[in-house]
């Protein structure tokens, strides 16, 4: 009997690892869409997300930036390295922006219904 | 024309390019560099500069880009390397007359960034002259912080202007409302008032345009350069002697055009790559014991009768001192 435990026990532990590896990052990537800014870069270039959806820009360059809407819809402060910028998009459409730093640096956000 | 005189001309090119080179030479070792209209120095001007200088010569010196505030790899101590900058100041052997500060005093705009780089720049003694760069004005007013420092005599964002020994200086502000995929930006207001602020002057009279962000288009993939400096430069180009002095690049670069020279200085802090040499132009990693070859102050010399300004960049590596 107590090998059969063992073994069940494995399984169960086996089964919480795969779900926790397949659906940990996915449901993650849902609930938080983010773009990150290195090299003067920002990553992805281009994002889809859906109507009430938060994105978050990460400053991950050693240099600071700031978040810029062309339209004007939303401005970040400076973010040194390290420190985040979240918008919550509640209208639909094609969201252009820069860094209002270094405003060659470019970035759209596309939101769905 | 003969072959003759041909190979005749080449030779002398050959000659004056390697005049040139020897002029370059010392600018590698950071410890001279200087222009004349368009051509490279001849021996001829660095006699004229330092073996017989005119009665009313007179210097100022420029630094640039000290990111005070700034830690990060390229150099984790950009307070110790302003401070170098400033000793080297107080060691040139003819005291400048003052000195101007192209932007970038600070990091990320924060009032002890601000205190800690007045400390260091009081040291030297002399009266300083500033222009925001970009990391000067992202507090939360935009650059008031700044501008209630350094801006008390000024116009707008921070523009300005002073006469000193027959030479009119002009400090303009390009960091402002920058415009998306855009470049640097005056604005209509800084450019009317620009017009009305050389109005009175004789053509005749030497003007130094300082500012942050190049004048000219350096590399526009990485916004270095200015949307309207075009109509400043109209404003400007009655004028027999415009020297025009920028940072924000964090290196020397030079342009001739006209009676205008451009020239933009050396950081304080940390190197960035020279255009298209790297995938953006964030922060150079430099081997620790080269980071002070990148670095270092530029000064100017003003010698009566003598067109242009000579314009000298010295390493914080080089010794001896300029």
Request: glycine content about 8%; charged content about 20%.
């Amino acid at each position: 009997m107590i090998p059969n435990q063992s073994w069940s026990l494995f399984f169960g532990l086996l089964a919480a690892l795969i779900l926790t590896t397949c659906l940990g990052p996915e449901a993650k990537a849902e609930t938080a869409p983010s773009v990150h800014i290195d090299n003067f870069t920002f990553t992805p270039q281009e994002i889809t997300i859906t109507r009430g959806t938060t994105l978050t820009w990460v400053n991950d360059d050693d240099i600071p930036h700031a978040i810029a809407a062309t339209n004007k819809a939303f401005r970040s402060k400076a973010m040194d390295t390290e420190q985040k910028f979240s918008f919550t998009f509640t209208e639909p459409g094609t969201y252009e922006y820069f860094c209002s730093l270094h405003p060659h640096m470019q970035g759209k956000v596309i939101v769905k219904e | 024309m003969t072959i003759k005189d041909d190979n005749e001309r080449q030779r002398k090119v050959l000659l004056d390019r390697r005049e040139a080179l020897t002029c370059m030479t010392w600018a590698g070792t950071g410890l001279l560099w200087a222009m004349n209209g368009g051509a490279p120095l001849t021996k001829g001007l660095i006699g004229d500069a330092y073996a017989a200088p005119a009665p009313k010569e007179f210097t100022f010196v420029q630094i640039s880009d000290s990111h005070i505030g700034f830690n990060k790899p390229a150099n984790p101590d950009a307070m110790g390397t302003l401070k170098e900058a400033i000793a080297k100041i107080k060691a040139l052997p003819v005291q400048p007359a003052f000195m101007i500060h192209t932007g970038d005093i600070s990091h990320l705009s924060k009032d002890e960034e601000f205190d800690n780089a007045d400390q260091l720049i009081k040291e030297a003694g002399l009266p300083v002259f500033y222009v925001p760069g970009e990391h000067d004005v992202i507090d939360d007013g935009r650059g008031q912080s700044y501008r209630t420092r350094y801006g008390k005599n000024a116009h707008g964002s921070g523009w300005h202007s002073f006469d000193y020994n027959g030479v009119h200086y002009i400090g303009l502000v390009n960091v402002m409302d920058l415009k998306a995929g855009g470049l640097g930006n005056l604005g209509d207001e800084q450019l009317t008032w620009l017009e009305k602020d050389v109005s009175s002057l004789s053509s005749s009279t030497p003007l130094v345009v300082f500012a942050h962000i190049p004048l000219w288009t350096v590399y526009p993939e990485w916004g270095w350069g200015t949307n309207d400096a075009a109509k400043a430069l109209s404003t400007l180009k009655r004028f027999g002697s415009l020297t025009v002095l920028n940072g924000h690049i964090h290196q020397i670069m030079q342009k001739v055009e006209g009676n205008a020279v451009f020239h933009t200085a050396r950081s304080t802090a940390f190197p960035q790559p020279a255009p298209g040499t790297a995938s953006s132009p964030g922060p150079m990693k430099v081997p620790a014991g080269e980071l002070r070859n990148y670095l270092g102050i530029a000064s100017v010399s003003f010698v009566a009768n003598s067109k242009p300004l000579a314009i000298m960049d010295a390493a914080l590596s080089a010794n001896p001192a300029l």
